[in-house]
T-cell receptor
């Protein structure tokens, strides 16, 4: 149980285009999902916290108009990188909490999406 | 400001020996700590956790120790196996965070040699 999927796993796009990344909890309902970004050999940086049916809460320094997050259902959250630029190239990872399964604040992570902006 | 620190970026250990990974934190509101294992191009997978009311938690080959007064925790892997080669992240959650946000350390790359 507690499986989280991400799609696509890898995307290459041209500068100026928008890219949507989906995060799904496959066998549980996730009221809260998190979006992280990881640069090579660095830590996971929390970008935003997404709660089903409400606006996402962004961490300091993360542009909410640049990284649009929608958590429309209990099993799906999407991250849209708008007008992508080469500096947005990174590994994006989502995670979800399942209060019914996870102990305390354990999060279950998706496999990640490698975004390359040319 | 990094609230969770893993000061050793890498660790090399021989198969069968013990791996000790260290993690320090600065936020006294952290009350729950987790270790995640991550392979390249994959998401982290949960390994083991510990609540601040405990000082030790064991699960098979993995044991986590917590020293609250020193704001320090460590992960022991014994015996180390080649499949343990991965990046290990320490994470912490604060008691006053209702969403359960995690703060991650920078990670320690573990290489287990035959």
């Amino acid at each position: 149980g507690a499986v989280v999927s991400q799609h696509p796993s890898r995307v290459i796009c041209k500068s100026g285009t928008s890219v949507k990344i989906e995060c799904r909890s496959l066998d549980f309902q996730a009221t809260t999902m998190f979006w992280y970004r990881q640069f090579p050999k660095q830590s996971l940086m929390l970008m935003a916290t997404s709660n089903e049916g409400s606006k996402a809460t962004y961490e300091q320094g993360v542009e909410k108009d640049k990284f649009l997050i929608n958590h429309a259902s209990l099993t799906l959250s999407t991250l849209t990188v708008t007008s992508a630029h080469p500096e947005d190239s990174s590994f994006y990872i989502c995670s979800a909490r399942d209060p019914g399964v996870s102990s305390y604040n354990e999060q279950f992570f998706g496999p990640g999406t490698r975004l390359t902006v040319l | 400001d990094q609230q969770v620190k893993q000061n050793s970026p890498s660790l090399s250990v021989q198969e069968g020996r013990i791996s000790i990974l260290n993690c320090d934190y600065t936020n006294s509101m952290f009350d729950y700590f987790l270790w995640y294992k991550k392979y390249p191009a994959e998401g982290p997978t949960f390994l083991i956790s510990i609540s601040s009311i405990k000082d030790k938690n064991e699960d098979g080959r993995f044991t986590v120790f917590l020293n609250k007064s020193a704001k320090h925790l460590s992960l022991h892997i014994v015996p180390s196996q080649p499949g343990d080669s991965a990046v290990y992240f320490c994470a912490a959650s604060a008691v006053d965070d209702s969403w359960g946000k995690l703060q991650f350390g920078a990670g320690t790359q573990v290489v287990v040699t035959p």
